[in-house]
């Protein structure tokens, strides 16, 4: 069974910086897209970045130029860099494979932007 493990978040004034970190345990990761979502006061989850197996990147517009997803096979660990706004950036951030079929979710880390 697969687990993720996501951790790193907190409270960071808006402009600020912070990086998250994400633990793949039960499956093969080398090789293996990886990708982070996020969700804010709604229902949806939004995928924001995502990196592959060959260490492509993409990301949402949203997010694009102040986010930087990377990956650590050796490590079996994820990560995300971001430069934060203020309450479009506060979410509760999860990873997982950014196509279906998806891996069970882990329990996200909750990261607040503030003024």
């Known amino acids: 069974q697969v687990q993720l493990v996501e951790s790193g978040g907190g409270l960071v004034q808006a402009g600020g910086s912070l990086r998250l970190s994400c633990v793949v345990s039960?499956?093969?990761?080398?090789?293996?897209?990886m990708g982070w979502y996020r969700q804010g006061s709604g229902d949806r989850r939004d995928l924001v970045a995502t990196?592959?197996?060959?260490?492509?990147?993409t990301y949402a517009a949203s997010v694009k130029d102040r986010f930087t997803i990377s990956r650590d096979d050796a490590k079996n660990t994820v990560y995300l860099q971001m430069t934060g706004r203020q309450s479009e950036d506060t979410a509760v951030y999860y990873c997982?494979?950014?196509?279906?079929?998806?891996w069970g979710w882990g329990k996200g880390t909750l990261v607040t932007f503030s003024s």
């Open positions: 990196v592959t197996g060959a260490y492509t990147t």
């Open positions: 039960g499956s093969t990761f080398s090789g293996n897209a």
């Open positions: 997982n494979r950014p196509h279906a079929p998806l």
